[in-house]
């Protein structure tokens, strides 16, 4: 506060100096000093515009005379003289030497005052300057540690936006033998089908002909070695997901720490650029001792590092699997058709195998039906013989019988009675004899009747697996899937 009229006052950082001395003391004038002046508060409105009110504050100056006498220090206001318009009495006045010494220490003082007013103000001009140049150097440095910080992002930002990129392709790349390898394992689901119809369908050979050969044998490794190939398939299939499931989760670390970095960018960036002429910047108070930091330069930039490696790694182990998988499908690939071929030998030698057996069946049993034909007629001939013999047995027969009515000695044995008994014995010895060829003959047509119906039933089994090995299976063997759509192209 200060007395109406007076000149404002500030206050500094060194305190006023006190003058030594004041005029002597006039003990009958000791309460005619004391409150001379009453004072009031300033009004707002009296300050003036050029002494802004945050950084300075008002003084009040009360001006008091010390007591004219030792005797009057102390005393209530109710004992002092009364005011000055209230006395009536005559006071002793001031000497000349008081005057003149009251002078004196008025212009010492005023000459301290102005030597420590001079010192301050040089002091003063100095710290602005100091302090100026502090300010500038501090406020430059700020700029360059703000531009160092722009690199360091952008360097980063360069090593993540390239990271990325390189994820992104290997993703994609792996993405793509992924779907290759999962066409792959399509295509095996047919010729696994084939093989196993080819099974199914030998299982109706008939007879002797339903045999565990060559073939049987190469169409359940050819089964063992598709669902063999399947099962790798399978696992690669399920790595790859997982492979991919790790480089999405990958990237996106990446993706979300280069968003970062580029929001962290413009925000440094901005605040590199700015300067003290620039628009937007504000008195912001309190925020210095708000520390909203996480994280140091050191664990800045290896958090950034420890993505970029992470996501490194995951694209090492995604080009390894990418690389096991293309050399999974080429060595299926190959194991399947060089079993397919296999089976497919093994079926050729069975067929001709077969085909030579019905051939020779259809030579034997044409042969057989020859003899049969040869037999049946040998058999009418025996016959026709049995028959012929007939009348020659009657006709000697009859003779004898003709001969036993000869009367007495008439009976004689002569030698057409004996040429005649000879005769019927020949003739029943040869008749006897063509009646056992006749059974012979007909046993015989009966076994080459057998061995024919056998020769029958086995040409038609032989029949039946031909055309199974040949018609069905071979069929079917034919649509087998290329090289080229094995190893998952289309």
């Known amino acids: 506060m200060e007395l109406v009229g007076s000149p404002l006052s500030s206050t500094f950082a060194h305190p006023r100096s006190t003058p030594s001395k004041f005029l002597p003391a006039i003990s009958t004038m000791a309460s005619s000093y004391k409150n001379r002046f009453p004072y009031y508060p300033l009004p707002q409105s009296f300050s003036l515009p050029w002494m802004p009110k945050s950084y300075y504050k008002t003084a009040a100056i009360n001006p008091t005379l010390a007591p004219f006498s030792k005797s009057s220090q102390g005393q209530p206001p109710s004992k002092m003289l009364p005011f000055v318009s209230n006395r009536s009495t005559l006071f002793t006045r001031y000497t000349p030497d008081d005057w003149y010494r009251s002078n004196l220490t008025n212009y010492k003082d005023s000459e301290t005052s102005r030597r420590n007013a001079e010192c301050l103000r040089v002091d003063t001009t100095r710290l602005i300057q100091d302090k100026y140049q502090q300010t500038k150097k501090t406020q430059g440095e700020s700029t360059k540690n703000l531009g160092e910080r722009v690199n360091y992002i952008e360097f980063w930002k360069s090593e993540l936006r390239h990271e990325l990129d390189e994820m992104i392709g290997e993703t994609n790349a792996l993405t793509d033998v992924k779907k290759r390898l999962e066409r792959a394992l399509a295509e095996t689901e047919a010729p696994l089908q084939v093989a196993q119809e080819c099974l199914l369908h030998r299982e109706k050979r008939m007879g002797v002909d339903l045999v565990h050969d060559e073939v049987e044998k190469q169409l359940f490794t050819e089964v063992d070695v598709i669902r063999s190939c399947q099962e790798r398939m399978q696992r690669y299939l399920d790595r790859a997901k997982a492979q991919l499931a790790s480089n999405r989760a990958a990237q996106h670390e990446v993706e979300k720490d280069l968003a970062n970095k580029q929001t962290a960018h413009r925000i440094d960036d901005k605040c ?187 040409l038609a089994i032989k029949t039946n697996s031909l055309f199974i090995d040949q018609e069905k299976c071979m069929g079917m063997r034919k649509t087998f899937p290329s090289t080229t759509r094995l190893v998952g192209y289309v």
């Not at 085909?355 to 034997?364: F, G, L, Q, S, V």
């Not at 014995?425 to 006897?432: A, G, K, N, P, S």
């Open 272 to 458: 590199h650029h700015l300067r003290n002429s620039s628009d937007g910047i504000s008195y912001y108070r309190g925020v210095e001792r708000f520390d909203a930091t996480i994280s140091v330069p050191e664990s800045w930039a290896k958090f950034t590092d420890d993505n970029i490696l992470r996501s490194q790694s995951e694209r090492a182990a995604s080009a390894k699997l990418r690389d096991d998988i293309e050399n999974l499908l080429v060595v299926t690939a190959n194991e399947m058709w060089r079993q397919f071929n296999t089976v497919n030998v093994a079926f050729t030698n069975r067929i001709a195998e077969t085909a030579d057996a019905k051939n020779k069946i259809r030579t034997h049993l044409a042969k057989t039906l020859k003899e049969i034909f040869e037999m049946e007629m040998n058999i009418e001939a025996l016959r026709k013989a049995i028959r012929d013999k007939g009348p020659p047995l009657k006709v000697a027969q009859t003779r004898l019988d003709e001969r036993t009515r000869r009367p007495d000695v008439e009976l004689c044995r002569d030698p057409p009675q004996i040429r005649l008994v000879n005769e019927v014995h020949e003739l029943d010895e040869t008749i006897q004899g063509h009646q056992q060829r006749l059974r012979d003959a007909e046993d015989m047509l009966q076994m080459l009747v057998h061995a024919k119906s056998i020769l029958e039933h086995d």
